[in-house]
């Protein structure tokens, strides 16, 4: 596609909902990424993808997140039983060529998910 | 762990006057430092990317500058219009792994 695009836009939910966030990145990048951004704050890594596999999981705030990704396209970030602190803006990057050291990738960025937690 | 500081967190400058965006972080061992603008209810849009080896990119009226031993990067904007009223972020990519590190941002107004 032509960029990265997210869904839905908008989600407000009640605390101790399930919620799932979609990324779709630009066709043909091999690595996923997903970020959260608290208001005033900076971006905080969550999860790295490479095809469909996640070597690192450890940004992930808690067990109640979880990601994945199927087809090395769409990913899934899921929250279960959200929390209060769990609002923020879900924003998903994908980048054509793996980021080991030596690659000059650039990761595009979708619109985000904001997400609020009543 | 990689800390990134921008300075300041907000802006108001009157059309044209030139714009100075700072960016500070505390390990050297950078691979690359990015810089990307924000616009409300859309993704990152990236402006510049210095790699480690570098001084400085331009690209029409932003040129960033890279200092790595000092661990500082600064965003100059020229004859700043009303359309570069946007968050501007700075991103640093470790040369040990592959996250990115961002600062909090600098909100820009332009008024005109």
């Known amino acids: 596609g032509a960029g990265v695009s997210q869904s839905p836009s908008n989600k407000v939910t009640e605390k101790g909902k399930d919620v799932e966030l979609r990324c779709d990145p630009i066709?043909?990048?091999?690595?996923l990424y997903w970020y959260r951004q608290r208001l005033g704050q900076g971006l905080e890594f969550l999860i790295y993808?490479?095809?469909?596999?996640?070597?690192?999981k450890s940004g992930l705030p808690s067990d109640r997140f979880s990601a994945e990704r199927t087809g090395e396209s769409v990913s899934t970030l899921t929250i279960q039983r959200t929390q209060q602190e769990d609002s923020a803006v879900y924003l998903c990057?994908?980048?054509?060529?793996?980021?080991?050291?030596?690659?000059?990738?650039?990761?595009?960025f979708g619109p985000g998910t904001r997400l609020t937690v009543l | 762990k990689q800390e990134v500081t921008q300075i300041p967190a907000a802006l108001s400058v009157p059309e044209g006057e030139n714009l100075v965006l700072n960016c500070s972080f505390t390990?050297?061992?950078?691979?690359?430092l990015q810089w990307f603008r924000q616009d409300p209810g859309k993704g990152l849009t990236s402006l510049l990317l210095?790699?480690?080896?570098?001084r400085e990119q331009t690209s029409g009226r932003l040129n960033a500058s890279l200092d790595k031993s000092s661990g500082r990067s600064t965003l100059y904007i020229a004859a700043s219009q009303p359309g570069d009223s946007a968050t501007y972020l700075c991103?640093?990519?470790?040369?040990?792994?592959?996250?990115?590190?961002f600062g909090a941002g600098t909100t820009v107004t332009v008024r005109a």
């Open positions: 990057a994908s980048s054509f060529l793996a980021p080991a050291s030596g690659s000059t990738d650039t990761q595009y």
């Open positions: 066709s043909g990048h091999t690595a």
């Open positions: 993808f490479q095809g469909n596999s996640a070597p690192d």
């Open positions: 390990d050297s061992a950078i691979y690359n």
């Open positions: 210095i790699q480690s080896s570098q």
């Open positions: 991103a640093v990519k470790s040369q040990h792994d592959y996250k990115l590190s």
